[in-house]
Structures are given as C-alpha cells and as structure tokens.
C-alpha cells in the first residue's frame, strides 16, 4: 500500500489558563490584565481590532463577521447596534517573533519544521481567564508523522518518563525558532520533557502542575504559579493535553481506514491502518457519535463529498480533499475557529467558576467568624460573575447556519459544557442557600433580642413614666447636681441593657418556659436560675450545635 501523504496540514492548540487575580497581586489595583500586558507586553502586541487581525482587506473578516449571530458579533468584535465603537467583551494579542517550530520525534529521527501561523493570547472582560492560541502548518507530511504530532505536540508536561528518560507521550524535542537582528535563525526556546528532577520537585516542593520550558516562553511575560515574580500569574485548567484543532487534506481521503479516522480524531498513537487503537465494542458508534458526515458520501464518489468532521472530547479534526485555494481551509482557520474559541473558552469559564465555588468552601471555618465573613465575600463575588457570565457569554445558539449550529452543539456536548454548567449552577443555588439561611437565622436572633429587650424595659418604663409622673421631682435642682443625677441613673441603664443583650437568648428561653403551659414551675424556675447561672457544658454545647448547623460563633 503506498504511504498516505497529508497534503496541507494546520494544527492548531486552544490552550485555556485560568489566572490569578491582579487584587492579590497588585495591592487592590482593578486594573484588568489586559491593562497589565500593555505596559509590559514583552513579546506580545495588542490588537486594536479583532475584526481585522490578519486582512485589513476585511475579507476574512467579513465572512467570520456575518457567520454569527448579532450578540456573538458582539463578543467575539466588540461592537453594539450602532456598530463599532461599543465595549468589548474580548481583548487579543499576538505576537510575531515564533516564525517557525522544529520538531523530533524519535531520538536520531528526521526534524520536522512547521511554520508558525498563528500565536494569539485572548483575554476576556470579567472572567479569569486566557486562551492562547498556537497555529503551525505543514505541507507534504507522511500521516504517520501528522498522527504523531496531533497526538504529542499539545504536551504540556510529561504524566511519565520511559525507561530511556523521554518524556512519555510527548514528542522527543520541541523548538521554537525565530529571526535575529540580520534575519538568520536562531534557537528561541526548547523543550525540557526529559529533566524528569525539575517536574518532580517542583510537585514536591510546590504541588503543582509544571510546565515544559517552552511553554512557559510561549505564554511569558505571564508567569506560572510556581514562579516568583510577575504580575499576570496562571494556572493550568485542564492537565495532560491542551484542546487542539487540526486540518488534513488529502488526494484521496476516501482512502483512509477507519482505524486511521479513529486515530486523528482520537488523537490516538500511530498504529497499523488496518487495525483499530481501541476496542470494537467501545467504537461500535463512533461515526454516530463522533463524527459529522453532512458532506461525507462514500458510495457515490462523483459526488465529491469527501469532507469528514470528526469531535472527540478535546480534539476536532477536520478531513477533506486537496485542493487549490481551498475555502474550506479558510472556513476551518476562522469560522470554525471561532466556534471553537466560544466552546472552549465556556468550558474554562465554568471550570474556572466552579473551582473558585470550591476554593471558598475550603477556606471556610465555621467556628472563625473572620473566616466566614472572607467565605461570604468571596462567594458574593463569584455569584456575581456567574451572573454576568450567564447573561453575557452563555448562549446555545451561535448562527442561523445549520452547519454552525451542528457544530456548536456537537463541540459543545463532546466538552461536556452543559452538565457542567448545571454543577456549577447547583453549586452556586447551594451556596445561596446557605447564605439565605444564615441572613435569616441573623434576622431573627436580632428579633428576638431586641423583643426581649424591649420586654425588660418595658417594666421599667412604665413603672416610671405611668401617665407621666415624676416620682421624685428635680425640676429645681442646680444644673451640677442634675447632669449628676443623669449620670447616676444613664450608666447602669446602659450598663443594663448591655447586660440584658449578652444574656438575651437565655432570657428568651426562660419567657418561653414561662409561658408553656406544660413546665411545672419548679421546671421554669429551674429555667428562670440558669438566666445567670448557666453552665459550661450548655455553652459547650451550644456552640457544637452551631457549628454542625454550619453557623459561625457569633463575634
């Protein structure tokens, strides 16, 4: 069988990061991380228009922009009903320094170059959260090679080392090459997925997920959470393999086995093409399931309908034919692009939300009221940006076109966005009510001290203001010795009515006792003695009662 050859191949990775925010790191400062990057770009240059990123022409963008609904258009451009110049919602870098990644598969195995087409940072308006994004292409690869790099490019970190001291799963070096001052090459950055020490200690000393060098190059001057230094600090979202996107033509793509499909879709380990890298029984649906047929015509070839979509989990590929100008291929690097960027860029979100849900409760202490009153900040904080989330970003319809409609959906379920979007609502209903419960529970101990205060000085105020008699008259008494008597009577009422609220709940308890009509009264007097001489052990225990109704002591 003569070697399948990938005619023009586009590989593109949808790196979702989840960032540190800048009030912990910046004293308070609100500024956004956008802000932040301008002044120290680095490498990184802010694009001015998203709509107009790669053709000033405005063709591309002009078919991406009417791809969309208005309120995608809005998002994804930034502009209103009276066109451009409203907010934005999302803010791109990119950078041109990357030009070109050099790749070896194998120790002693023939490099590999592919040109570097896109590099672009995304940031979005009131979610921590970034996308990068790396685009490199290729003509004229052998399909092994292309299943091999779909498989281990989009390797942050190596999960294991193989007996020689590679990084398991992930390809034997990785380099990005840029120009010099006189135009020649020179080394940028380079994979390290064989320093197996530097990943070991850094989760032992530090237990996170680390990073392969080259990586941190592409996302810096942001810094990795285990790194001193830097303003813009972030965390992986998803581990093991960053969601990517990946274009093969062919002469012939009718001519691929389903154990090749299986592999580019699956972005599985090369293998024979006559055999399958999973079980028959798991893949007994896997056009059903995972693949989107609407051009895909193997029994009448005339018909030309040789284009495969294929959505699994983090991965989508698309297969066609090679041919010249190909609109497909511009279709797949920026409608279908796009549609990627809203689907991933949901699912980060919600990893992002429910993770900062998480976090909150773990910090809580029920029995530290400081630690409740941080719980109850920070919660507030992210009710609030799941609302604007909802409102602003979450949609299920993206385009009236079919296709996109299919394709949103599709990418969307295989991500697992919408079950994820019901957790974090049920995580974010929860958690309101427990706040509610506790607001009312405040309520209503504040009812019933102020009843019972009031109740106590009820006898008092009517036992000396009764028709408004004065039962000692001082009308005629020098000033000195009034502002005396004042004095006299004003600090032990305070004093008083300070001492009724500290022992307000005991008081409560004793009127209710004494008006329960099935106590004796040596029950209520016995109730009555523990006004002042409650013991230890009922306070002992009604403190545990409060912490196990998840109630924080009371300052």
Request: a negative charge; aromatic letters at 14%.
């Amino acid at each position: 069988m003569s070697e399948k050859i990938v005619r023009q191949f586009d590989h593109t990775l949808l790196w979702p990061i989840t960032l540190r925010p800048l009030r912990r790191e910046a004293g308070g400062d609100t500024t956004h991380y956008w802000d932040m990057l301008k002044r120290k770009p680095g490498p990184w240059k802010f694009v001015d228009d998203a709509l107009l990123i790669e053709d000033e022409s405005c063709l591309a963008g002009y078919e991406e922009f009417v791809y969309f609904l208005p309120y995608v258009q809005r998002f994804l451009y930034g502009v209103g009903d009276e066109g451009k110049g409203a907010q934005s919602s999302l803010h791109a870098f990119q950078r041109h320094d990357i030009k070109e990644v050099r790749i070896q598969t194998a120790p002693g195995s023939a490099e590999i170059s592919l040109d570097v087409r896109r590099a672009r940072l995304y940031f979005f308006y009131d979610i921590d959260v970034a996308l990068a994004v790396l685009e490199v292409s290729g003509q004229d690869i052998p399909l092994e090679t292309a299943v091999d790099i779909i498989d281990r490019f989009g390797r942050p970190y190596p999960p294991a080392w193989e007996a020689d001291g590679r990084g398991a799963h992930c390809l034997y070096s990785i380099e990005f090459w840029g120009a010099d001052t006189a135009g020649e090459p020179s080394l940028l950055s380079k994979s390290d997925y064989g320093d197996r020490e530097k990943y070991l200690e850094l989760v032992r000393n530090q237990r996170q997920t680390p990073l392969s060098l080259h990586w941190e190059y592409f996302l810096s001057p942001l810094i990795p959470a285990y790194l001193p230094g830097g303003v813009i600090k972030y965390y992986q979202i998803e581990n093991k393999r960053i969601p990517m996107m990946s274009y093969l033509s062919f002469d012939d793509p009718m001519a691929l086995t389903r154990g090749d499909m299986v592999r580019i879709g699956f972005a599985a380990k090369w293998g024979d093409s006559a055999t399958l890298p999973y079980a028959e029984r798991f893949l007994g649906n896997f056009e059903q399931e995972y693949c989107y047929d609407r051009y895909w015509d193997t029994d009448n070839p005339e018909a030309e309908m040789n284009t495969r979509y294929i959505f699994c989990g983090v991965g989508f590929a698309m297969i066609t034919g090679n041919r010249p100008n190909d609109i497909l291929q511009r279709q797949f690097r920026h409608q279908f692009f796009q549609i990627g960027l809203i689907a991933h860029f949901h699912k980060a979100s919600l990893l992002s939300l429910s993770n900062r849900f998480s976090r909150a409760v773990e910090r809580l202490n029920v029995r530290d009221f400081e630690s409740v009153k941080q719980f109850k900040k920070h919660v507030r904080e992210t009710l609030e940006v799941f609302l604007r989330f909802n409102h602003r970003y979450w949609f299920h319809e993206i385009s009236n076109q079919l296709q996109a409609s299919d394709f949103f959906r599709r990418w969307s379920h295989q991500l697992g966005s919408d079950a994820l979007y019901n957790e974090v609502r049920e995580e974010a209903r929860d958690i309101n009510e427990y706040l509610d419960a506790d607001r009312a529970r405040k309520q209503t101990d504040n009812a019933m001290r102020l009843t019972v205060v009031s109740s106590c000085g009820m006898v008092g105020t009517v036992a000396t203001g009764f028709l408004g008699m004065n039962i000692f008259s001082q009308a005629d008494l020098p000033p000195l010795e009034k502002t005396m008597i004042f004095f006299i009577v004003f600090i032990p009422t305070v004093a008083l009515g300070v001492y009724t609220v500290m022992v307000s709940r005991r008081l409560s308890n004793f009127m209710e006792a004494l008006s329960s009509e099935g106590l004796t009264w040596k029950e209520k007097f016995s109730t009555f003695r523990q006004i002042w001489y409650s013991s230890k052990r009922e306070l002992a225990k009604e403190r545990r009662d409060r912490a196990s109704a998840g109630i924080a002591s009371d300052p």
